[in-house]
Antibody, heavy 117, light 109 residues
Framework: QVQLVQSGAEVKKPGASVKVSCKAS????????IHWLRQAPGQGLEWMGW????????NYAQKFQGRVTMTRDTSVSTAYMELSRLTSDDTAVYYC??????????WGQGTLVTVSS | EIVLTQSPGTLSLSPGERATLSCRAS???????LAWYQQKPGQPPRLLIY???SRATGIPDRFSGSGSGTDFTLTISRLEPEDFAVYYC??????????FGQGTKLEIK
């Protein structure tokens, strides 16, 4: 079955960077864009951007431009999201998700990133 | 930016009752671009409805979506215990490309 499995929880200090991975299985990795979203504790969902696994092309939400980098490694069917200059406002669960046309399905299980001094 | 406003914020109902959840957009949305998700505590969102009215694979037929323009509705015809969760609507459009409503929490009365 189609599955996205993310890396484990991270604790980072303010100003640091975090890199989260998302390993795809059950489908052709290069055929569908991978998107990254996040959800702060008790809050709603926020879209961050996408990476095209076929070309490596990216598109980031304006809010995160200059601070986020999305990449992929087709040899291991894995997408990555790196977020730099972390602050406490970046404490959230980060999700990867495959996009089918204009909706997200499925989602990874989520990766909790905690930013604390 | 298209803002999606969901109402009510919390809906308290009993199993077997009918639930009606609303999602209102600040600008008209192509119904092809409107989706609904269910999220339970500690889990990622799960796609329920896409294209405003099409059920995703494996979603029971008690879930239905409708609407167009700026007003969209998710209806659960007869609530089962496993349906109590948070529901989000989502649209695809202009920058940012994807936005979500703030969610409706469906709780057991």
């Amino acid at each position: 079955q189609v599955q996205l499995v993310q890396s484990g929880a991270e604790v980072k200090k303010p100003g640091a960077s975090v890199k989260v991975s998302c390993k795809a299985s059950g489908y052709t990795f290069t055929a569908y864009y991978i998107h990254w979203l996040r959800q702060a504790p008790g809050q709603g969902l926020e879209w961050m951007g996408w990476v095209n696994p076929h070309t490596g092309g990216t598109n980031y939400a304006q809010k995160f431009q200059g601070r986020v980098t999305m990449t992929r490694d087709t040899s291991v069917s894995t997408a990555y999201m790196e977020l730099s200059r972390l602050t406490s406002d970046d404490t959230a669960v980060y999700y990867c998700a495959r996009v089918l046309r204009w909706w997200f399905d499925p989602w990874g299980q989520g990766t909790l990133v905690t930013v604390s001094s | 930016e298209i803002v999606l406003t969901q109402s009510p914020g919390t809906l308290s109902l009993s199993p077997g009752e009918r639930a009606t959840l609303s999602c209102r957009a600040s600008l008209s949305v192509d119904s092809s671009y409107l989706a609904w998700y269910q999220q339970k505590p500690g889990q990622p969102p799960r796609l329920l409805i896409y294209g405003a009215s099409s059920r995703a694979t494996g979603i029971p037929d008690r879930f239905s979506g409708s609407g167009s323009g700026t007003d969209f509705t998710l209806t659960i015809s007869r609530l089962e215990p496993e349906d109590f969760a948070v529901y989000y609507c989502q649209q695809y459009g202009s920058s940012p490309l994807y936005t979500f409503g703030q969610g409706t929490k469906l709780e057991i009365k």
